[in-house]
Structure formats: C-alpha cells, structure tokens
C-alpha cells in the first residue's frame, strides 16, 4: 500500500484533465450539432473537424497531467500505466475521428451526435485505464459501454446495424452484471473496492470457492469486453453490423481498456492469488485464439473475418497476461498498442471502399492492389503486422508474448501461439490474395479508390505506427516496462 | 574497399533497386529489365571484391558489423560471414544475377516481377549475413513475402495453391523456431540474441530438459527449408508452379537457408543434441535420398523430376552434416553450393524446352539432341553433373560425402550406394527420354538455344567444371570455420 498517494487524495482534478477536456469537447458537438445551420455548406465535415479538434485538444491536456499522484478521493492513479493507455486510447480516437470524417457524411449520420459518444465512449475507456477503484472502474466501464450499444446502432436504416447494437446490448448488460456480482464477492471477501486494499486483504485470504467464483466472474465480465471465448458471441455479428469506424473503435479501443482493466483488476488486486487465475487465463487464451483462427478462416466478409481476427488477437494478449509477469505485463501493454495501429488501419481500408459505395466481401477486395496501388499496399502492410511478420509492431508484439510465456514456464503456451499463427496466414493471406492475385470485377477494373484526405491522414498515421513501433520498439517497451515496474 | 561495409551493401543494393525502381513507369518493360539486371551486377562485383579481401585460413567471422538495435534486450544488427556462409553469399550474387538475366521472357507485371526478386534478394543476402538471432529471422520470414507473390502471380495453374502451401508450411516451421529462439535467449542469461555468443554459452547454460525441445524446434524450422522428409511435400508443388527463374533461385539458394540454418544455428548450439541426433538426422539424409531419387524415377513432368532430384542431392547435405568427420562436412558444404549451381541449369533447361515446346512432359520430349543440339548438349553435361560424373562439383559433394561418412555410418552408407545407382539412372532415363529418338513432328524445327539463354547457362556450367577439377577453390574457404564446427559437435 502507498500511503503517500492516499495522503495526497482529495479530489485533484488535474489528474483528470485529458477526460475533463474530452467531455467537453463531447458537449460542445452536440451542442454545435443543435445549433449550426441544418442546410449550412459542409455542416457535418464542420462537426468532424470539431472533434478531431477535440480528440487533439485532450492528447494535449495529456502532455499537462500531473505523472504518479492520485486523485478523487484515491479512486483514480494518474500513473505511467495510466497516462500509456490514455495516450493509446486517445490516438486510437483521433484515427477512428479521422476515418469517420467522409463516411458520417456519406451516410448522413447525425455527426454531433456520433462524435460526441465517440469521445463519451473514450472518457469511459480513459477511466478504466486510470481507476484504482473497482467502482470507478466499473463507471468507467458502463459509460464506454452505453456510448458502444448506441455508436453500433447508428445506421437506422440498416437492419444489421440495429442487430448488430441489439447483440451487443443484450449480451453486454449481462456481462455488466457478471462483472458486477465478481466485483460483489470481492468486496464481501476483503472489505474494499481499492485495489491496493483487496491486494493487501488477498494476502490473508485463503483461495477458496468464492475467491474462485469472483476471479472467474471477473474474467467473465471483462473478457465479454475483450471478445475472449466463451464470451466472444456477439463479437462477429456485432462487428459486422455496426458502422466500420465504430467496428474499428469497437475492435481496439473497447478491446485496449478491457485490457487495462484486466491489467489493473489481476496485476495490482489479484496480485496475491496468481496462481489462481494464471491457469484459468492461460486456458481461456488457448480456446480463444483457437476458435478465432479457426473459425476466421471460412469468413467471406472481411469485416467478419477481421472479427474473428480480432478473437484471436485478444487469445494472444490474454497469453501474455497468463503468463503473470513484468514481462507479461508489458508484453499486454505493447501489444495494445500495436493492435490499435494495425486493427484500425485495415479498417480505415474498409471504410475507404465503403465511401465509393463498395461491400466489403473479399471479393469486393479483389483486384484493390492494381486498382490503388498505395491503398492495397497499406491493407497488406497492415495484415502482415497483424500476422505477425518481421520487423513490423506486430511482430514485437508477438515476440515479446512468447518472451514473457516462456519466461514464466508457459511453453506450452507459446507453442499453441506460433500453431494458431500459422493458421492465421490462412486468412489474411485470403486477404492479400483477393487483393494482389485475383482480377479485379470488370466494371471497378481501373477504377480508383478516392480516400479523402482526412481518411488518409488517418490511414498515415496507423501505417507509421505500424512501421515506427517495429522499427524502435526499443521505446515503446521501455515506457510500458517503466510503466510495469510501477504498477 | 575493406573500410565500406560490404554486406549491407549485399542487402541494401538490391533493396535500393528495389525502391528507386518503383519510380519506373510500368510499361517501360526493358528498361525495368536492364536496370534489375544491373542492380544485380553490382553484388556479383561486391562479392569478388570481397573474395580477393577475404582471409581463407579464419575460422571467424569477417567483414562484421554491428549497430544495436534494441539494447535493452541484445538485439543488434549485426552482419559477418565465415567461409561458409561467403561460398553461399557469393552463389547468391551469381544465380540471382543469372535469374534476372533468364527473367527477360516475363511479360506479365513485368515491373512488380523484378521489384519483388530484388527484394528477395536483399532478404537472402541477410539470411546468409546476419548474425543476430531476431535479425536473422526478419530476413528469414522476409524472404517468404516476394516468395509468396511469385508464385501466386506468376505461377502455373495451381499456383495459387502452390504458393500458400509453400507459405504455411515455412511459416509453422519458422514459428516454432521463434519460440526456441526465446527459450535459447532466456537460458542463456537473456541479455543478448547474437548467436556466435549464444553458441558459445549454450553447452554450459542450457538446462538437460530443455536442450531436446530447443534443438527440436530450430530444426523443425530449417528441415522445413532443406526440405527433410516428411516436409518435403511442398517443394513439387512450388516448382512445378513456380516460373523458371524462380524455381531456379528456390532450388539453387532457398533449399540452402535451411541447411545453413543447420550448419550455423542448431549444430553448433546444441552440440550435445546435435551428437545423439547424428543418427535420426543421417536416417533422414538417406531417406531423402532415396526416396527423393525413386520420385524423380518416377515422374512423367521433367520439372517435377528436377525437384525430386532436389530432394534427394540435398540428403547428401544432411549426411555430412551428421556424420560430423572434416571430410563429411566439407563435402556437405560443397555439395550445397554444387547442387546450388547443377539445380540451376536443370531448371534453366527445363525452361528452354518449355519455351519452346509448352509441354513439360519427357514422353512428348524426345530428340532434343536433334531438335535443337545445343541445348541438347548442354542438359547431357547438366544431366550428367546432376547424376555424379568425376570432373564435375556434383562428384566431390556426393563422393567426398559419402567416403568422409562410411567410416561413422558403414552400413547407411552402403545403403546409400543404392540412391547412387537410382540417381545415375533417373539421370540417364531423363536424357534418354529427353534427348534420344527422332522428335515430334511439330517439335522438329525449332530454335536452338538463344546468346541469353546461352548467357544464363555458360557460367554454371564453367562453375560446375572449375569445382568439379579443381575443388580446393571452395574447399579452402570452407575448411576452417568446417574443422571448427566439427570440433564443437564432436566435443572436443
């Protein structure tokens, strides 16, 4: 326990800055959407310009945060740990903002509106990441999750999009109340909701029935978030239906704070009984990461096979989280990180297609490297960092995985790693098959894909973040392993 | 010459081509021909230059560099050769140089073909150079990515085929490999990934259960590569695919990342394994050799013989390997380069014949001798370089293999005399098949073997001479690091 950081708890509100001027700026667009002229010239491009704006705005707030206190009342650390992930959660809203720009448009989606739960979904995202409470915690985790049901509805007029929001909030509210019960008999089995305080009780707890019943619960209610098997269900449909930014966001950055959340809730309150949930962990990393390879291989939609990808991803990072280490530790934060460029970038791929109006089946892909030379390269640069190919970031994110499982005697582990990779080539390279093998359909033949430039703004960046986190992942590894030791 | 740094120049030569060659507009096919072939001409220069630098008597490495790259956990870019891996660096340079000259008949996507095997060749380059673990497997995976595309685009007609089976059989193989990597890394004080220094601490550090799963790993990813009976079944399928200057560079050089693999990696770092794995690896040489010489016996389609054949020359690699005497290693080694070279010209032949007939099938390939003579006379000295005649590299690899084996393994050694009779006679069968008789009337008139083709052909078959009378050229490069390694595996 540091008694230092309850000392200094009172309600420092420039611990929360980043969150502070994202709520804002979430205000203001709806405000903007109520008040600009419904017929003015480029309305919903203003509105999108707005939140970039906006989403910039809190990045910067983030430079302004006070490193290592707590604040309100010790429920949240503004710690390394805290400002990695609001700094990965942010840039991952800033790209999926930056990908939404033409397709909101396009769509004619209420753009105040959309923004505004992009940014309420990422305030909720933040506070998961910075929580020290499991109350806060789970606030943090109904405000991200309430902003999703919505964003994944938001196509009226398609029935997908309102299945795909219909999923996600039925199996959702239900993962919330499992997460809650887990919450429930942790308080009952230690006195507190403080993480520093149930690690402290923990060490005096002997496992038992109910500690079990609460680490699985927990399990439960987070890996709903991160699409861990069994809880994975509404992931594909989910996926599918929902518009592709909010896939996007959906994929990495729902998928990045469940990752926090585990990270804090097992690494600082459960840290006492590891080997209780190492195993269950381990176990419940193999049948996801399996079950996603498998099941991704007979996908037609790209969307769809990127859900399943986006399974498996989650098995490998719940690999390193099994392995119960710093190494692990780390391990999960630079594979988060990884995730978001590569995940959003093929994404922003899709959405550049469906702004021409285009499917994203892979046939509707077939052909896209002799149609857009650059745009197909980005795609396949992006598959291969997912695949896991050198010297890309997914690749280090890999590599660092099998380091920590290996390091904590997990060979088996890593061993069903490289097995499920291997199957992964199946499917991407289905992928880059369509796109660099197959003919493209006689009538798109020649036809460009026209990105515009904020689309592309935001495919750069994923793409840069791709290659600099595999060309240096000496930094990155440092901040998250810095981030590790401080936990 | 000696202050530049030599091998990233190997590496980034072609990798610059490959860049700057972007810029060329696609429908400039010839002048996107031209200037690959002379990107390529420059590593054939380095490498001469590098030859007449390099000190042969060394067992270590030269021509080192070394950049860190993420020093909190002792990954470097770090590059050297030894003899061994210079003979393979300087038979890349040659037949990479050599496959863009037969490259010339490509006539679909013509640029993104040439942009794609420079880019292969910077990756093998770095294979064969880098001696850093993590480094070693970016170039190693790097050179599955053109790979892939050349065959999926260029290919025959189940080329797609072909080239995800080639993808996912490298790939489970080079995955596990990462994982012993990791393990090799952990137990050996986890501060650094070169891999002369893991070698060197290995024997003391790994711990008695962990040696076999590691050493078992590693291999599994490079028999993949050779490819080691059972792996194999990917390589008819990705040469008969494949178009000729690509099943040239996999024959010639892609079959070598595996034994080098071998020879560099899993021997050396593992010699206890590597001692009481001699025999199962020996099993698996003879095997290869046997069955791969049956399977070429029994092939109707010439390029399915010729990578039966491939199979069954690089046993003979995996036999010296085992047999651990300096003369078995040496030969190992030679034959390496000689089946790099011999494979070349087969596949450079076949593809003549194809050009000109369209059929791969020897029934319908008779009398070539007298369709077109000068081909014709070129696959008998191929042929016969490919079956063991004395005065051509293939008898010193095969012959030297054998004799420095016979004394460790009498009996498989006799064994393998059979696969020697096989291989003369699926030799002799293919020229007989292929060159005797009277020819197919529509076949009777057609081009003998043009000044390019002739250009491709010329100097392998001077390489093949100049080895075969005269093998100390390579032996001398290869002997010291060659007696080093058999003093680590052979515990001394």
Request: overall charge neutral.
């Given at each position: 326990?540091?008694?230092?950081?309850?000392?200094?708890?009172n309600t420092n509100m420039s611990v929360i800055l980043p969150e502070i001027v994202l709520t804002a700026a979430g205000l203001l667009l709806l405000l903007a959407e109520a008040f600009l002229p419904q017929r003015a010239l480029g309305r919903t491009g203003a509105v999108g310009g707005l939140a970039v704006l906006g989403a910039l705005a809190a990045l910067a707030a983030l430079f302004r945060t006070p490193v290592?206190v707590a604040g309100l009342s010790g429920t949240v650390w503004s710690d390394g740990f805290g400002m990695f992930f609001r700094a990965v959660l942010l840039v991952i809203l800033v790209m999926v903002v930056l990908m939404s720009v033409e397709f909101v448009e396009r769509r004619k989606i209420p753009a105040g509106e959309f923004y505004a739960l992009l940014a309420f979904a990422t305030v909720g995202a933040m506070f998961m990441a910075i929580s020290a409470d499991l109350i806060s915690l789970y606030i943090g985790l109904e405000l991200l999750s309430i902003s999703s049901y919505v964003l994944a509805g938001f196509l009226r007029g398609d029935p997908r999009s309102g299945e795909a929001a219909i999923k996600y909030f039925l199996t959702g509210a239900m993962a919330s109340g499992?997460l809650l019960?887990?919450?429930?008999?942790?308080?009952?089995?230690?006195?507190?909701?403080?993480?520093?305080?149930?690690?402290?009780?923990?060490?005096?707890?002997?496992?038992?029935?109910?500690?079990?019943?609460?680490?699985?619960?927990?399990?439960?209610g987070l890996?709903f978030k991160l699409a861990?098997?069994?809880?994975?269900?509404w992931a594909p449909d989910t996926y599918q239906g929902a518009p592709t930014p909010v896939t996007a966001f959906l994929s990495v950055g729902s998928k990045g704070a469940a990752v926090a959340a585990f990270l804090r809730?097992?690494?600082?309150?459960?840290?006492?009984?590891?080997?209780?949930?190492?195993?269950?962990?381990?176990?419940?990393?193999?049948?996801?990461?399996?079950?996603?390879?498998?099941?991704?291989?007979?996908?037609?939609n790209v969307k769809r096979?990127l859900a399943?990808s986006s399974?498996?991803q989650a098995?490998?990072i719940?690999?390193?989280?099994?392995?119960?280490?710093?190494?692990?530790?780390?391990?999960?934060m630079?594979y988060v990180a990884a995730y978001a460029f590569m995940n959003v970038g093929a994404f922003a791929v899709l959405v550049a297609l469906a702004n021409q109006g285009e499917g994203d089946?892979?046939?509707?892909?077939?052909?896209?490297?002799?149609?857009e030379?650059v745009l197909?390269?980005l795609m396949?640069?992006f598959?291969?960092?997912l695949?896991?190919?050198?010297?890309?970031a997914?690749?280090?994110?890999?590599?660092?995985?099998?380091?920590?499982?290996?390091?904590?005697?997990?060979?088996?582990?890593?061993?069903?790693?490289?097995?499920?990779?291997?199957?992964?080539?199946?499917?991407?390279?289905?992928?880059?098959?369509?796109?660099?093998?197959?003919?493209?359909?006689?009538?798109?033949?020649?036809?460009?894909v026209a990105a515009g430039l904020l689309l592309q703004v935001g495919l750069a960046l994923a793409a840069a973040g791709v290659?600099v986190l595999?060309?240096?992942?000496?930094?990155f590894?440092?901040w998250?392993?810095?981030a590790?030791?401080?936990? | 010459?000696?202050?530049?740094?030599?091998?990233?120049?190997?590496?980034?030569?072609?990798?610059?081509?490959?860049?700057?060659?972007?810029?060329?507009?696609?429908?400039?096919?010839?002048?996107?021909?031209?200037?690959?072939?002379?990107?390529?001409?420059?590593?054939?220069?380095?490498?001469?230059?590098?030859?007449?630098?390099?000190?042969?008597?060394?067992?270590?490495?030269?021509?080192?560099?070394?950049?860190?790259?993420?020093?909190?956990?002792?990954?470097?870019?770090?590059?050297?050769?030894?003899?061994?891996?210079?003979?393979?660096?300087?038979?890349?340079?040659?037949?990479?140089?050599?496959?863009?000259?037969?490259?010339?008949?490509?006539?679909?996507?013509?640029?993104?073909?040439?942009?794609?095997?420079?880019?292969?060749?910077?990756?093998?380059?770095?294979?064969?150079?880098?001696?850093?673990?993590?480094?070693?497997?970016?170039?190693?995976?790097?050179?599955?990515?053109?790979?892939?595309?050349?065959?999926?685009?260029?290919?025959?007609?189940?080329?797609?085929?072909?080239?995800?089976?080639?993808?996912?059989?490298?790939?489970?193989?080079?995955?596990?490999?990462?994982?012993?990597?990791?393990?090799?890394?952990?137990?050996?004080?986890?501060?650094?990934?070169?891999?002369?220094?893991?070698?060197?601490?290995?024997?003391?550090?790994?711990?008695?259960?962990?040696?076999?799963?590691?050493?078992?790993?590693?291999?599994?990813?490079?028999?993949?590569?050779?490819?080691?009976?059972?792996?194999?079944?990917?390589?008819?399928?990705?040469?008969?695919?494949?178009?000729?200057?690509?099943?040239?560079?996999?024959?010639?050089?892609?079959?070598?990342?595996?034994?080098?693999?071998?020879?560099?990696?899993?021997?050396?770092?593992?010699?206890?394994?590597?001692?009481?794995?001699?025999?199962?690896?020996?099993?698996?040489?003879?095997?290869?050799?046997?069955?791969?010489?049956?399977?070429?016996?029994?092939?109707?389609?010439?390029?399915?013989?010729?990578?039966?054949?491939?199979?069954?020359?690089?046993?003979?690699?995996?036999?010296?390997?085992?047999?651990?005497?300096?003369?078995?290693?040496?030969?190992?080694?030679?034959?390496?380069?000689?089946?790099?070279?011999?494979?070349?010209?087969?596949?450079?032949?076949?593809?003549?014949?194809?050009?000109?007939?369209?059929?791969?099938?020897?029934?319908?390939?008779?009398?070539?001798?007298?369709?077109?003579?000068?081909?014709?006379?070129?696959?008998?000295?191929?042929?016969?370089?490919?079956?063991?005649?004395?005065?051509?590299?293939?008898?010193?690899?095969?012959?030297?293999?054998?004799?420095?084996?016979?004394?460790?393994?009498?009996?498989?050694?006799?064994?393998?005399?059979?696969?020697?009779?096989?291989?003369?006679?699926?030799?002799?069968?293919?020229?007989?098949?292929?060159?005797?008789?009277?020819?197919?009337?529509?076949?009777?008139?057609?081009?003998?073997?043009?000044?390019?083709?002739?250009?491709?052909?010329?100097?392998?078959?001077?390489?093949?001479?100049?080895?075969?009378?005269?093998?100390?050229?390579?032996?001398?490069?290869?002997?010291?690091?060659?007696?080093?390694?058999?003093?680590?595996?052979?515990?001394?």
């Open positions: 326990m540091n008694g230092g950081l309850a000392l200094l708890a290592g499992i019960f887990g919450i429930s008999l942790l308080l009952g089995l230690t006195g507190s909701t403080n993480l520093r305080e149930v690690a402290g009780a923990l060490s005096s707890v002997p496992s038992g029935a109910a500690l079990f019943a609460a680490l699985v619960l927990l399990t439960g890996g861990a098997v069994p809880f994975h269900l809730i097992f690494f600082v309150g459960l840290d006492p009984v590891k080997p209780d949930w190492g195993f269950l962990l381990a176990a419940v990393s193999v049948l996801t990461m399996t079950l996603g390879n498998v099941a991704a291989l007979h996908q037609r096979l399943y399974i498996a098995g490998y719940l690999a390193a989280l099994a392995s119960a280490n710093a190494a692990g530790f780390s391990a999960a630079f089946d892979l046939d509707d892909l077939a052909g896209l490297a002799r149609r030379p197909g390269f396949f640069l598959l291969l960092s695949l896991g190919i050198p010297p890309l997914g690749f280090w994110a890999k590599f660092f995985v099998f380091r920590a499982a290996v390091d904590a005697g997990l060979v088996w582990l890593a061993v069903a790693l490289a097995l499920n990779s291997a199957i992964s080539v199946g499917y991407y390279y289905a992928v880059v098959k369509a796109m660099y093998v197959s003919p493209a359909p006689e009538e798109r033949a020649g036809r460009p290659i595999g060309l240096m992942p000496e930094t590894l440092g998250a392993m810095l590790a030791q401080a936990r | 010459m000696a202050d530049l740094p030599m091998l990233s120049l190997l590496i980034f030569v072609p990798l610059a081509g490959a860049a700057v060659g972007l810029f060329i507009p696609a429908e400039r096919e010839r002048t996107i021909k031209i200037y690959a072939m002379a990107v390529s001409a420059i590593p054939v220069v380095l490498v001469a230059a590098m030859w007449a630098a390099f000190e042969p008597g060394s067992a270590g490495f030269q021509f080192k560099e070394y950049v860190p790259w993420v020093p909190s956990l002792g990954i470097a870019y770090s590059l050297g050769v030894d003899g061994i891996s210079f003979a393979l660096i300087a038979l890349s340079a040659l037949v990479f140089f050599l496959a863009f000259l037969a490259s010339f008949g490509i006539e679909r996507r013509v640029k993104e073909f040439f942009i794609l095997v420079l880019i292969l060749e910077a990756a093998v380059m770095g294979v064969f150079a880098a001696l850093d673990y993590v480094l070693f497997y970016v170039f190693w995976e790097a050179v599955l990515i053109p790979m892939y595309f050349l065959i999926a685009i260029w290919g025959g007609p189940r080329r797609e085929y072909a080239a995800i089976k080639f993808l996912i059989y490298t790939i489970v193989g080079s995955l596990l490999m990462v994982v012993a990597i990791v393990a090799l890394y952990l137990v050996t004080g986890a501060d650094t990934f070169s891999i002369p220094e893991i070698a060197r601490r290995a024997p003391e550090s790994v711990p008695l259960s962990w040696r076999w799963w590691i050493f078992l790993g590693l291999f599994l990813g490079f028999a993949v590569k050779v490819p080691v009976w059972p792996f194999h079944t990917w390589l008819p399928d990705a040469h008969v695919e494949a178009p000729t200057p690509i099943s040239v560079i996999l024959a010639a050089i892609l079959l070598k990342m595996g034994t080098y693999g071998l020879v560099r990696i899993s021997q050396p770092t593992l010699p206890e394994v590597a001692r009481e794995f001699a025999f199962a690896l020996a099993v698996l040489g003879v095997i290869n050799i046997i069955y791969g010489a049956l399977a070429a016996m029994a092939q109707k389609d010439f390029k399915k013989m010729v990578a039966y054949s491939s199979v069954s020359h690089m046993g003979y690699v995996l036999l010296g390997l085992a047999a651990n005497t300096p003369a078995a290693v040496n030969a190992s080694v030679f034959q390496m380069v000689s089946h790099g070279l011999i494979s070349a010209m087969l596949f450079l032949l076949v593809g003549v014949f194809y050009d000109r007939t369209h059929t791969r099938e020897m029934e319908r390939l008779h009398g070539m001798y007298l369709a077109a003579p000068m081909a014709g006379v070129i696959l008998a000295f191929a042929g016969m370089g490919n079956l063991g005649l004395p005065g051509l590299s293939g008898f010193i690899g095969e012959f030297f293999t054998l004799l420095g084996s016979v004394q460790v393994f009498r009996t498989l050694v006799y064994v393998t005399l059979l696969g020697v009779v096989l291989t003369a006679a699926f030799n002799l069968l293919m020229m007989h098949r292929v060159l005797m008789g009277r020819p197919r009337e529509e076949f009777a008139v057609m081009p003998d073997v043009s000044p390019r083709e002739l250009a491709t052909l010329v100097p392998l078959m001077a390489a093949t001479l100049l080895l075969g009378i005269w093998p100390s050229v390579l032996m001398n490069l290869t002997n010291a690091p060659v007696m080093q390694l058999v003093a680590k595996v052979g515990g001394m």
